[in-house]
Nanobody, 126 residues
């Protein structure tokens, strides 16, 4: 089992940048593929990006491709999300999540991730 704690959210103007982090504790972090999801008020939780166990594979939602970058540092048990060129529609609570098994299996589906952090708010003002 793994415990996840996000940090780094906040308020930023449109066009700005923000970085959020997710620190993991518990069983070996490198066993897990990691994902970032987000949920805006009144909307379903949506997939943002995922990264495999060693960082060699990533998968981005079209809505963030070219603007967001995921990375991980297994020595620090941390996954990062760098968000650039932020838009008001990026406003949401951002969650990190972990899953074992094949990276390519239901990577975009929240139900494939058994472990979740508590979320961090990202607000982009226009």
């Amino acid at each position: 089992q793994v415990q996840l704690v996000e940090s780094g959210g906040g308020l930023v103007q449109a066009g700005g940048s923000l970085s959020v982090s997710c620190a993991a504790s518990g069983r070996s972090f490198s066993m897990y593929a990691m994902g970032w999801f987000r949920q805006a008020p009144g909307k379903e939780r949506e997939f943002v990006v995922a990264i495999n166990w060693d960082g060699s594979n990533t998968y981005y939602a079209d809505s963030v491709k070219g603007r967001f970058t995921i990375s991980r540092d297994n020595a620090k048990n941390t996954v990062y999300l760098q968000m650039n060129s932020l838009k008001p529609e990026d406003t949401a609570v951002y969650y990190c999540a972990a899953k074992s098994g094949s990276f390519y299996s239901s990577t975009h589906s929240p139900t494939a991730y058994p472990y979740w952090g508590q979320g961090t708010q990202v607000t982009v003002s226009s």
